[in-house]
Nanobody, 127 residues
Framework: QAQMAESGGGLVQTGSSLRLSCTGS????????MGWFRQAPGKERKFVAS????????FYAEDVEGRFRISRDDAQNTVYLQMNSLKSEDTAVYYC????????????????????WGPGTQVIVPS
């Protein structure tokens, strides 16, 4: 699986917005379903959002739906996560990943297993 490179995290106030970016290091993300995951301090990594291979379908975890939006720009080989109305509960390290098999659905991102992860990007929203 391609190594991912996440960026865009930071320290922001409650109610603020951030946009995270994900690129494939040395490999294209085109034709792959992709997703965002997050790991809060002391907790397991959890699914946040996913997008199918052509950007036509998205899926969100219940606690971010309506606030977060996943999108992709295949020309830039990048997947984005727009995060609005940030809360302290959103504090976590955010990772992107996706199945190696092309033409996957948004739900394939949840069921896949991943051998490697990028370094992630940290988002801190103080309470």
């Amino acid at each position: 699986q391609a190594q991912m490179a996440e960026s865009g995290g930071g320290l922001v106030q409650t109610g603020s917005s951030l946009r995270l970016s994900c690129t494939g290091s040395g490999r294209t993300l085109n034709w792959r379903a992709m997703g965002w995951f997050r790991q809060a301090p002391g907790k397991e990594r959890k699914f946040v959002a996913s997008i199918n291979w052509n950007g036509g379908t998205t899926f969100y975890a219940e606690d971010v739906e309506g606030r977060f939006r996943i999108s992709r720009d295949d020309a830039q080989n990048t997947v984005y996560l727009q995060m609005n109305s940030l809360k302290s509960e959103d504090t976590a390290v955010y990772y992107c990943n996706g199945p190696s098999t092309p033409y996957g659905s948004a739900l394939d991102v949840l069921s896949a297993t991943y051998d490697s992860w990028g370094p992630g990007t940290q988002v801190i929203v103080p309470s």
